[in-house]
């Protein structure tokens, strides 16, 4: 360790060694993690997996009734939680990579005629969230792997037939091979992504979005940072850590937390949160949660590194048409510098339980010492006026 130096951006704003600036010597490159919820399946194996390695008490085996999240968020022994986000949206395919197929068909039929096509209707499953290349129709399909002539079987829509518009002909008769389809796994039930527009029946279906909460390891972590009795610190990793036999219970650290992560733990007093397993860590060893990821929704490593796959990620579901997936947390010009532990999502921020802008209480100890220096400043010149005055 070297003397802790205080940089322009030690309180807030852009840090690129969060362990260089707490005073580490050559520490090793920042670790992190990468949650790609589109993969998640909610198995909660993350959560065990969690609990079983840190020893972290059982919470009660509650079922909340607000939905199949039956953790209801981080606490103190809830390192990692599992929303399950359960959002009505209309029957349909012609969401996002199924933009221009035919609407109307509940999942249950698109899936009778893959059978009908003489699809692999496992295999098509696999392909949950994938797109119809120009959007068309499952009939299309079914026209073209049968050799049967569809609505649109020409294989364009256009009428040409024979790929006389200058698109693929249909695939041979007799062929049950599906034209080549592009995109990825969502993660969610039923056999295509829901719509945002009403099917011909008017009928609702739910989606679910999963995600696994944890702590972010901030950049610049407001629960550090108020710490009192340095029970909290910053690890070589670039990790946020708290010590309990240090910790006093005072709690600053709850209200400085701008993600409502770290908690004080009941009938103990003292606050605990993730450790990013920094036992496991020190052993070069992957993080429980994400050792027991099955979908590697939970992916672990250098921060500099997850940040690219991350973009890479969210580039890919784009050119699917999945324009909805947006990076959280990886940039490090927001209000908390950046966390250590991001997010690709496939909706808003709040629809998770997270805050849209989080920001770093520190952010504003320079304008609040300025304000302080102006009145203070102010106070001493009164004081002297007055006294002037009295004299004269
Ligand atoms: S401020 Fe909250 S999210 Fe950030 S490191 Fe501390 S407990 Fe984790
Ligand atoms: S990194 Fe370790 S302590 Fe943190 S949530 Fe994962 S398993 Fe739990
Ligand atoms: S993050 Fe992985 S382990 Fe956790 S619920 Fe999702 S798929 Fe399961």
Same mark, same amino acid.
Request: one cysteine or more; a negative charge; proline letters at 8%.
């Given at each position: 360790m070297v003397p802790r130096t205080v940089s322009p951006n030690s309180f807030s704003?852009?840090?690129?060694d969060p362990a260089g600036n707490a005073g580490?010597?050559?520490?090793?490159p920042r670790k992190g993690f990468f949650t790609d919820?589109?993969?998640?399946?909610?198995?909660k194996a993350c959560e065990v997996a969690c609990k079983e390695w840190n020893m972290v008490p059982e919470d009660g085996i509650d079922?909340?009734?607000?939905?199949?999240?039956?953790?209801g968020g981080l606490g103190a022994d809830s390192w990692r939680a599992v929303a399950f986000v359960e959002q009505s949206r209309p029957v349909?395919?012609?969401?996002?990579?199924?933009? !221009?197929a035919a609407t109307g068909g509940t999942s249950e039929a698109l899936q009778q005629e893959t059978v009908a096509a003489g699809l692999d209707v496992f295999e098509e499953a696999s392909r949950l969230g994938t797109g119809l290349p120009e959007g068309r129709p499952v009939a299309d399909l079914a026209a073209a792997a049968t050799g049967a002539p569809g609505?649109?079987?020409? !294989?364009?829509?256009? !009428?040409?037939?024979? !790929?006389?518009?200058?698109s693929a002909p249909p695939a041979?008769?007799?062929?049950?091979?599906?034209p080549e389809r592009s995109g990825q796994f969502l993660?969610?039930?039923?056999?295509l992504a829901p719509a945002p527009l009403p099917d011909r029946e008017g009928r609702q279906d739910v989606r679910w979005l999963m995600m696994s909460n944890?702590?972010?390891?901030?950049?610049?972590?407001g629960c550090l940072d108020v710490c009192p009795t340095g029970a909290l610190f910053r690890t070589e990793f670039g990790t946020v850590v708290v010590q309990q036999d240090v910790c006093?219970?005072?709690?600053y650290c709850v209200s400085a937390c701008p993600y409502g992560v770290i908690d004080k733990r009941e009938g103990d007093g003292r606050a605990w949160k993730c450790t990013l397993c920094y036992d496991r860590l020190g052993a070069d060893e992957t993080p429980a949660c994400a050792k027991a990821c099955p979908t590697e929704s939970i992916q672990y490593g250098d921060l500099d590194e997850l940040r690219e796959r991350a973009e890479a990620r969210r580039r890919q579901l784009h050119d699917v048409g999945v324009t909805e997936a947006r990076l959280y947390?990886?940039?490090?010009?927001d209000g908390v510098g950046g966390d250590g532990a991001f997010f690709l999502l496939l909706d808003d921020p709040e629809v998770y339980g997270l805050p849209p802008d989080p920001v770093v209480p520190t952010r504003d100890l320079p304008s609040m010492y300025r304000h302080m220096a102006v009145a203070a400043g102010a106070m001493v010149l009164g004081a002297l006026v007055s006294g002037l005055g009295r004299r004269s």
């Amino acid at each position: 360790m070297v003397p802790r130096t205080v940089s322009p951006n030690s309180f807030s704003g852009r840090l690129d060694d969060p362990a260089g600036n707490a005073g580490y010597d050559a520490p090793p490159p920042r670790k992190g993690f990468f949650t790609d919820t589109s993969v998640c399946i909610g198995c909660k194996a993350c959560e065990v997996a969690c609990k079983e390695w840190n020893m972290v008490p059982e919470d009660g085996i509650d079922l909340l009734g607000m939905s199949y999240d039956n953790t209801g968020g981080l606490g103190a022994d809830s390192w990692r939680a599992v929303a399950f986000v359960e959002q009505s949206r209309p029957v349909g395919n012609v969401t996002g990579p199924f933009a !221009g197929a035919a609407t109307g068909g509940t999942s249950e039929a698109l899936q009778q005629e893959t059978v009908a096509a003489g699809l692999d209707v496992f295999e098509e499953a696999s392909r949950l969230g994938t797109g119809l290349p120009e959007g068309r129709p499952v009939a299309d399909l079914a026209a073209a792997a049968t050799g049967a002539p569809g609505a649109q079987g020409d !294989g364009c829509g256009c !009428g040409a037939g024979g !790929g006389g518009c200058g698109s693929a002909p249909p695939a041979p008769a007799g062929t049950a091979t599906a034209p080549e389809r592009s995109g990825q796994f969502l993660g969610m039930p039923g056999m295509l992504a829901p719509a945002p527009l009403p099917d011909r029946e008017g009928r609702q279906d739910v989606r679910w979005l999963m995600m696994s909460n944890v702590c972010k390891h901030c950049t610049h972590a407001g629960c550090l940072d108020v710490c009192p009795t340095g029970a909290l610190f910053r690890t070589e990793f670039g990790t946020v850590v708290v010590q309990q036999d240090v910790c006093n219970g005072c709690g600053y650290c709850v209200s400085a937390c701008p993600y409502g992560v770290i908690d004080k733990r009941e009938g103990d007093g003292r606050a605990w949160k993730c450790t990013l397993c920094y036992d496991r860590l020190g052993a070069d060893e992957t993080p429980a949660c994400a050792k027991a990821c099955p979908t590697e929704s939970i992916q672990y490593g250098d921060l500099d590194e997850l940040r690219e796959r991350a973009e890479a990620r969210r580039r890919q579901l784009h050119d699917v048409g999945v324009t909805e997936a947006r990076l959280y947390g990886e940039d490090p010009d927001d209000g908390v510098g950046g966390d250590g532990a991001f997010f690709l999502l496939l909706d808003d921020p709040e629809v998770y339980g997270l805050p849209p802008d989080p920001v770093v209480p520190t952010r504003d100890l320079p304008s609040m010492y300025r304000h302080m220096a102006v009145a203070a400043g102010a106070m001493v010149l009164g004081a002297l006026v007055s006294g002037l005055g009295r004299r004269s």
